[in-house]
């Protein structure tokens, strides 16, 4: 087991954040987190990261229980790839993609030694396939598009190799080609049998991919539904935690939302 919360509370300023959540991850089960805004993802992921402890419930993740001998949240964060939005302004600007990428060996900002031909190697290997060419990967890590950035910071959180990657909402600020692309590749990560399980943040259902089997809807800091996209996404599921009407298809195997 990767992940297993059971009955977690998180409490803040005497109203329940979080209320009850059960969820168990399974290594190579890649799931989609998905709730509207204020549901309670990013606390949620601030419990995963071992960023903030649950007020209540039994917290295991990656072989390690709160409250037990051995769990370490530093430990924990080691095993983890966290790609958010606050890790764009954590990086330093004047690195290159290369030197970005290669400091996930070290989990620093910045690299602070001549890194091993091995983990020069592993680097060219990981942003061969990203995608991150050539064309940028000397160019500073502070005149890069979004969308590079982003596969920068992806390639960076996969030198670690991590057993979780976290994908915290990855496509904002990218245009449709871009967002297609990074999907591609995020797709190929997850088919690779080696490599890590991952967790995809998203408000945006159609970016769901065919590797993400599983769903967990949050709505109010508690677990709408969970379990198989197939099962869960449907026009009764997803009318009820909009409060709105919704017609609901797939494409691709890619879920397509519409008000009705
Ligand atoms: N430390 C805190 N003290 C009090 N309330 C908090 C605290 N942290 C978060 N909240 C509240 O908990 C709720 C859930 O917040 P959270 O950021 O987890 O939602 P979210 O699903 O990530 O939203 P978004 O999609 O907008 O990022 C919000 O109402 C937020 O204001």
Redesign the pocket.
Known sequence: MLLDLKHINWI??GKY?LKDISWEIVDGEHWVLY?L???????MLDIINAYTAPSSGEFEILDMKQGELGYSADGIRKQIGYVSQSLFKKMRKEDNAFTTVISGAYASIGVYEEPSKQIKDKANEICEALGITKDYINRRFGNLSQGEQTRVLIGRALMSEPRLLILDEPTNGLDFVAREDLLERIENIGQDKSGPTMIYVT?HLEEVLPVFKQILLLKDGKVFRSGNINDVVNEKNMSNLFNINVDVSFKNNRPILSKK
Do not use: L
Request: glycine share 24%; hydrophobic share 15%; proline share 0%.
């Open positions: 803040r300023e954040i709730g805004n204020g549901a309670g993802k990013s606390t408000h």
